[in-house]
């Protein structure tokens, strides 16, 4: 326990440390990374520790980014309440969806995840003239303060998401190792003996579903409010595999692996697409004089090839396999 | 002292597709008692049993504990009641230590007392089945005796009313065996217990009364040493 709490708080000043230290070009990536991986934390409460798989979870992430930013952009709220807004807009969405796609199992609950996030995304596309579908919408930078901070100054903005990410990697460490988490884990090890034991697993489920959807829905709002932008392309298919993929790289069902899995994958795609990928469309056009346009944007092949040695190789992510080898105790 | 009824079951049917697994018209267990119940590979034990915890629920018949009708209630609040079952094939958490394991049905036990602590009677619960050392290592690492040991002390970490046993000593070497009898018979003296066994040693030993089932009926019920001169019995089970 105390390993625990000197390991968390040890990683959150490091994130402190590194602010005044980045280069400006990692400095904005690392306050979109914490924001994303504060969507992977929601994710591994549900994956990672309950077992249960979601191919929808850009719906709640959606729910909160609209949720938010529809407010400001109509109704004229300022951003604090708006963002309020947006949690409980991905905490209401994840009851309903939760007491609905929880009554089934395994591909049952994949396939009915990845249809309501279907049907999300086309509502909103639908709804075009609200929120301008694909396109999106900006939200301008004079409303995006609260308290009088600046949300869009780049220091400002790296701290409330390093604020929001510590926020929901603390309440997801001290649930796991919660009485509540232990239920959840023994959930996703045999959940027919979790009943016998006397527990409803029902309700365990929902919970862990309604706070992954909470931490994905602040995620969401939150990339509204600091980034400045909203658009359908973040409730798509791509945003419900992606936590899936951070997680499934850092280690699924530890605390840390979210964002070690978002940091990996932020960066294994920025070297792709800027450097490998490029290089490897000039190489081809170079030696056999072969053009191919396609070559130099296709990261998501390299993406893919990484992901399935991955799964061969360490389906239990990197700090599973810290976990199984080094350190025994990490949460 | 007369027999107060605690579990029973009245004209208690299970159909799977055509085949009538279960088919009990009265059956009643009472307090304090060690039952076991007995019969051939496919007699429906397992089944009956499980209709009885909630694992499944049944075609036909009515269930009830101590005066009330449970027959419709989900197999978690049964636990909630007091009716524990521990299963046949080994149903531990692999991954997690053996104080996990039993810290989830005390904490359980703990929750419906309203209060209490954990700790101790998960640690308790090891105590007595002997595994109290192991206690921080992984379940799934252990030997097989050690696992069905473990299912029984995660059976009594719920503070059971009655503890029903499937098949406890199979794959039990004998001299675990002999403690396995010993457990049982301190475990009794406060909570009922209803036993699934077919190591006939194990069932004289301990059983004050036996259910035979054969085909889903009740062949046969009565005292150790009747079920034993039944000549019913002999024939469909015992050997002849």
Redesign the interface.
């Known amino acids: 326990m105390i390993k625990s709490i000197l390991l968390h708080g040890a990683v959150i000043a490091l994130l402190i440390v590194l602010e005044p230290v980045l280069s400006e070009y990692h400095h904005g990536n690392l306050a979109r990374i914490l924001v994303l991986a504060t969507y992977a934390v929601g994710y591994n409460i549900l994956f990672g520790y309950t077992g249960l798989l979601s191919l929808g979870h850009a719906m709640f992430f959606a729910a909160g980014m609209y949720g938010c930013a529809l407010m400001v952009r109509l109704a004229e709220w300022s951003v604090g309440p708006a963002f309020l807004f947006g949690v409980v807009c991905a905490l209401v969405a994840g009851l309903v969806v939760g007491m609905l796609a929880l009554r089934t199992i395994g591909v049952g609950f994949m396939i009915v995840t990845l249809m309501f996030a279907e049907a999300a995304h086309l509502t909103i596309a639908y709804y075009n003239e609200y929120t301008r579908g694909d396109e999106g919408f900006t939200i301008p930078q004079a409303v995006r303060t609260v308290a009088g901070l600046d949300l869009s100054d780049t220091t400002t903005r790296y701290f409330a998401a390093l604020v929001l990410f510590s926020v929901c990697l603390i309440g997801s460490a001290a649930l796991v190792q919660s009485r509540a988490g232990r239920v959840l884990v023994a959930i996703r090890e045999n959940e027919d003996r979790v009943r016998m034991l006397g527990f409803n697993p029902f309700r365990y489920k929902l919970l862990a579903l309604v706070l992954s959807a909470v931490m994905a829905g602040a995620a969401g709002a939150a990339y509204a409010v600091l980034f400045g932008y909203a658009g359908s392309t973040f409730a798509s298919v791509q945003y419900s595999i992606f936590p899936l993929l951070w997680v499934l790289l850092g280690g699924p069902g530890t605390t840390l692996g979210p964002l070690l899995g978002t940091v990996l994958m932020f960066y294994l795609v920025d070297y792709a697409s800027g450097t490998v990928m490029p290089g490897l469309a000039a190489f081809v056009e170079g030696s056999f004089g072969i053009e191919a346009p396609g070559l130099a944007s296709a990261y998501l092949l390299l993406v893919g090839i990484a992901l399935v040695l991955l799964v061969l190789f360490a389906p239990r992510g990197v700090l599973g396999v810290v976990r199984a080898r080094v350190m025994p105790w990490l949460p | 002292m007369a027999a107060v009824a605690q579990l029973s079951a009245t004209g208690l049917v299970k159909d799977f597709g055509g085949l009538r697994a279960v088919d009990v018209s009265a059956f009643t267990l009472n307090e304090g008692e060690i039952r076991a119940v007995i019969g051939p590979n496919g007699a429906g034990k397992t089944t009956f049993v499980s209709l009885l ?1 909630g ?1 499944f629920p049944p075609s036909a018949g009515r269930i009830e504990f101590e005066e009330r009708d449970i027959t419709a209630m ?4 049964r ?2 009641l007091g009716i ?2 521990t ?1 046949q094939i080994t ?6 230590s053996l104080y ?1 394991n039993v ?3 005390a ?3 703990v929750m ?1 007392d309203g209060g209490g602590a ?1 700790r101790e009677r998960a640690m308790g619960a090891l105590e007595r089945v002997g595994l109290a050392d192991r206690a921080q290592e992984i379940a799934g690492a252990q030997s097989y005796g050690h696992q069905r040991l473990l299912e029984v002390a ?1 059976g009594l970490a ?1 503070g059971p009313k009655v503890l029903i046993l499937d098949e406890p000593t199979q794959g039990l070497a004998d001299s675990e065996i002999d403690e396995f009898i010993a457990l049982i018979q301190d475990v009794a003296r406060e909570t009922t217990i209803l036993l699934i066994e077919h190591n006939m040693p194990v069932v004289m030993a301990l059983a004050e009364q036996i259910t035979v089932l054969d085909q889903g009926r009740v062949l046969a019920e009565g005292t150790p040493e009747a079920i034993r001169a039944d000549a019913a019995v002999q024939a469909a089970y015992l050997g002849g």
């Open positions: 915890c694992r989900p197999a978690h609040e636990v909630a524990a079952y299963f149903s531990i958490f692999g991954n997690l996990d810290a989830l049905p904490q359980r036990r419906l954990v995660m719920l």
